[in-house]
């Protein structure tokens, strides 16, 4: 039986509002909540991560002085390095107001707040004139957006004529497998925790998603193996703090530590991919600007 788009209300909303000191210990020092990349296959955590939004900012041609927009920015981690390293004006949409004021509190550290909008609403409530970004980014995050076509078709209209789409994202192997995925026990184990992920699609779905929007995909390249080794380090570091993580969060961290097993299972079993995509607005002028 097909499953129906859900709210985000009650447990499945907490993940947006848990304690930021669990992320903290897991993720990276910038709290990248989505893969890193592994240019040498040896690089730690922070450095992967920093590999991944430069070869982002590569692959867009990401210009100082140009607005980003990042659809679904959690902490900000991506965020708040491309207004600081990258000089980019940086408007970010999250659900939680503690994701909000953690990411401004940094900004603020780092002297950066001029560049960085964050703003707590639902993507799809996003208040953004025509052409008024030059690119905009998903990092992980449309996964759990059920309107992904209305979603592109708003990331066109905000769009300059030159502008940038770039989704990362986890998807199915396959569309056909789709249904099958949805029945299994651990996939709804997750979804009840974290809510909306019964939204995956294939890479190919999600690309032809963006051809109805009126996008040209120019770009992808299939990084599930960057995605293995994210995860087991995020893994590794669940297991180092663990006893401060459940004292801030009884409830929650037994859940969140069983969501990185499941997802570290299913990719290993290649039921689950995660691609880097991007697409245009403008068609036949795209060329990577600089080698990564």
């Given at each position: 039986?097909?499953?129906?788009?859900?709210?985000?209300?009650?447990?499945?909303?907490?993940?947006?509002?848990?304690?930021?000191?669990?992320?903290?210990?897991?993720?990276?020092?910038?709290?990248?909540?989505?893969?890193?990349?592994?240019?040498?296959?040896?690089?730690?955590?922070?450095?992967?991560?920093i590999l991944k939004m430069d070869?982002?900012?590569?692959?867009?041609?990401?210009?100082?002085?140009?607005?980003?927009?990042?659809?679904?920015?959690?902490?900000?981690?991506?965020?708040?390095?491309?207004?600081?390293?990258?000089?980019?004006?940086?408007?970010?949409?999250?659900?939680?107001?503690?994701?909000?004021?953690?990411a401004m509190e940094k900004a603020?550290?780092?002297?950066?707040?001029?560049?960085?909008?964050?703003?707590v609403c639902s993507v799809l409530?996003?208040?953004?004139?025509?052409?008024?970004?030059?690119?905009?980014?998903?990092?992980?995050?449309?996964?759990?957006?059920?309107?992904?076509?209305?979603?592109?078709?708003?990331?066109?209209?905000?769009?300059?004529?030159?502008?940038?789409?770039?989704?990362?994202?986890?998807?199915?192997?396959?569309?056909?497998?789709?249904?099958?995925?949805?029945?299994?026990?651990?996939?709804?184990?997750?979804?009840?925790?974290?809510?909306?992920?019964?939204?995956?699609?294939?890479?190919?779905?999600?690309?032809?998603?963006?051809?109805?929007?009126?996008?040209?995909?120019?770009?992808?390249?299939?990084?599930?193996?960057?995605?293995?080794?994210?995860?087991?380090?995020?893994?590794?570091?669940?297991?180092?703090?663990?006893?401060?993580?459940?004292?801030?969060?009884?409830?929650?961290?037994?859940?969140?530590?069983?969501?990185?097993?499941?997802?570290?299972?299913?990719?290993?079993?290649?039921?689950?991919?995660?691609?880097?995509?991007?697409?245009?607005?403008?068609?036949?002028?795209?060329?990577?600007?600089?080698?990564?």
């Amino acid at each position: 039986m097909p499953i129906e788009p859900q709210v985000e209300t009650g447990d499945s909303a907490v993940h947006y509002d848990t304690a930021p000191v669990l992320f903290e210990r897991m993720l990276d020092r910038n709290m990248n909540y989505s893969s890193g990349f592994y240019a040498q296959g040896d690089e730690d955590l922070d450095q992967a991560q920093i590999l991944k939004m430069d070869r982002v900012a590569a692959t867009c041609g990401f210009q100082p002085g140009q607005t980003l927009l990042d659809m679904g920015c959690g902490w900000s981690g991506p965020a708040r390095y491309y207004a600081e390293v990258h000089q980019m004006n940086v408007i970010g949409y999250t659900l939680s107001s503690v994701q909000r004021d953690f990411a401004m509190e940094k900004a603020r550290e780092r002297g950066i707040a001029e560049r960085l909008d964050i703003r707590v609403c639902s993507v799809l409530d996003a208040e953004l004139p025509d052409e008024s970004v030059d690119h905009v980014i998903f990092f992980e995050s449309i996964i759990h957006m059920w309107e992904k076509l209305e979603l592109f078709q708003l990331c066109h209209r905000a769009l300059r004529p030159s502008g940038m789409l770039f989704v990362q994202e986890s998807n199915y192997d396959r569309n056909s497998n789709t249904d099958k995925f949805r029945s299994e026990r651990g996939f709804q184990a997750v979804d009840d925790v974290f809510g909306n992920t019964a939204n995956m699609v294939s890479t190919g779905e999600m690309m032809r998603l963006m051809e109805e929007a009126g996008f040209l995909a120019c770009y992808t390249e299939n990084i599930s193996n960057h995605y293995k080794k994210t995860l087991a380090q995020w893994s590794d570091r669940l297991d180092l703090h663990a006893a401060e993580m459940e004292a801030a969060e009884p409830e929650f961290f037994p859940n969140l530590r069983r969501y990185i097993m499941l997802a570290l299972a299913t990719y290993r079993q290649e039921g689950t991919l995660c691609h880097m995509t991007a697409a245009q607005k403008t068609p036949n002028n795209w060329i990577r600007r600089t080698p990564v």
